[in-house]
């Protein structure tokens, strides 16, 4: 396990030797991001660091869990001396504090209605060598399971000619998540892992690509479940851990309902117990 420490924070060599002056806003963020790890205490596990190429364009694709997981992410990216450029939902770009940032640190925007531009920012962004961070399901898994993916990482894979690193982050959904309010904690565990980059194969498809990266983000999260070192302190706190592995978090089924009533402007908050119990029984049975 690994907790930031103040020697971190202000390490000359963080970022390598010879640092781009045009990164100087995200590197603030970075040891911005550290003195909270720090605060905090989190106990990192991470994992495949190596797998980051030190040099080149690549895509991490990774499940998403919590509001804090591209935090997480770029912090397995560090011991390479890479910036993540993370793509974003145009809105985050729009806000009054969190825009300039983003925009600073040359995340990339995406706006759902007319994705061909962020598409071809990213490809561009690829090809000079960046690393992009995608979560390919497009929006917070509430039931802690890993969705259907979005085809645009594998596409962009294939027009860049650059692997597809699948990820996994677990544990941030105990800090802050969609629907559940945000609990700062000291000592909580959060999991990294980078798994093996998967290359485009000569005349390979995006479909078998993108079939590709799901099965292998679905064994990195249950590979982190797994050694996952924290438990439910009881009953109550199972909210964190999704159905199939005993928790209360909402069945994908029941997740899709409650995203289904947030698209259309309802206010969402996920259902106590009982209530998410007869959710589940008016739904289909497959």
């Known amino acids: 396990m690994y907790t930031a420490s103040w020697g971190d924070v202000v390490r000359r060599d ?20 550290l003195i909270v790890f720090r605060l905090f205490r989190f106990r990192f596990d991470v994992r495949g660091q190596e797998h980051v190429p030190a040099t080149g364009g690549a895509i991490i694709c990774s499940n ?69 961070g995608v ?3 497009a929006t917070i898994s ?6 259907q993916l979005k085809a645009g990482a594998a596409r962009m894979a294939v027009d860049a000619g650059v692997p597809i690193l699948p990820a996994a982050v677990w544990g941030g959904q105990r800090i802050a998540t969609k629907r559940q309010k945000v609990r700062f904690r000291r000592n909580v565990p959060v999991t990294v892992i980078i798994g093996e980059p998967l290359v485009p194969e000569p005349g390979e498809k995006v479909q078998a690509l993108l079939r590709r990266t799901k099965a292998a983000i ?14 439910p302190a009881g009953d109550d706190d199972r909210w964190w851990l999704p159905a199939h592995l ?3 978090a909402p069945t994908p089924e029941v997740a ?13 908050v996920v259902p106590k117990t009982g209530r998410l119990a007869r959710l589940r029984a008016r739904l289909p049975r497959r």
């Open 14 to 33: 963080l970022f390598g030797d010879r640092p781009d002056r045009r990164d100087r806003p995200y590197r603030f963020v970075i040891r911005f991001a």
């Open 64 to 132: 998403h869990v919590s509001f804090l997981d591209f935090t997480f992410l770029g912090l397995a990216a560090l011991p390479q001396h890479r910036l993540v450029r993370f793509m974003a939902k145009a809105s985050v770009f729009g806000h009054w504090f969190s825009g300039p940032f983003m925009r600073a640190m040359q995340h990339i925007p995406v706006d759902r209605s007319a994705g061909t531009a962020a598409f071809e920012a990213a490809v561009t962004s690829l090809k000079d060598g960046h690393v992009i």
């Open 135 to 137: 979560f390919p399901e």
């Open 142 to 147: 509430s039931s802690f399971v890993v969705k």
């Open 218 to 231: 679905e064994a990195l999260v249950e590979e982190a479940q797994r050694t996952y070192p924290d438990q």
């Open 246 to 248: 005993g928790g209360t």
């Open 256 to 268: 899709a309902v409650l995203d289904d009533r947030n698209a259309a402007g309802h206010k969402v």
